[in-house]
């Protein structure tokens, strides 16, 4: 389930885009050990670092949720991935996995 197709995705509480949008996310996302900003960008315009412009959750194959994020960083494309499941804090990591990163 993603926002490219209308869909609302949810992981564990946080709903998305409006995570984003609304700041519910601001201080609490960690990529490599440091606090980052996310925000939502319907057309990558923004001058924001982190920029958000799509994001799908699902189910892995052991029942937990995982969220991507596609994401432009400095006008580079990159997709992000959290299987976080509790806690203050989004911990999020560069995907692996070649075929969502081209």
Known sequence: MGTYDGE???H??????????????DNRVI??????QL???????QSAPFQVVEAATM????????????CLHN???????????NGDDLYVRTSQNSELQA
């Open 59 to 70: 189910d892995n194959q052991h029942g937990f949720l995982t969220t991507y994020f596609f």
């Open 31 to 36: 990529l490599a050990n440091q606090r980052i």
């Open 12 to 25: 564990y509480g946080f709903t998305f885009p409006n995570a984003i949008e609304s700041g519910q996310l």
């Open 8 to 10: 609302r995705p949810d």
């Open 75 to 85: 006008q580079q494309p990159v997709v992000f991935v959290t299987g976080t499941t």
């Open 39 to 45: 925000r939502w960008s319907v057309d990558g315009e």
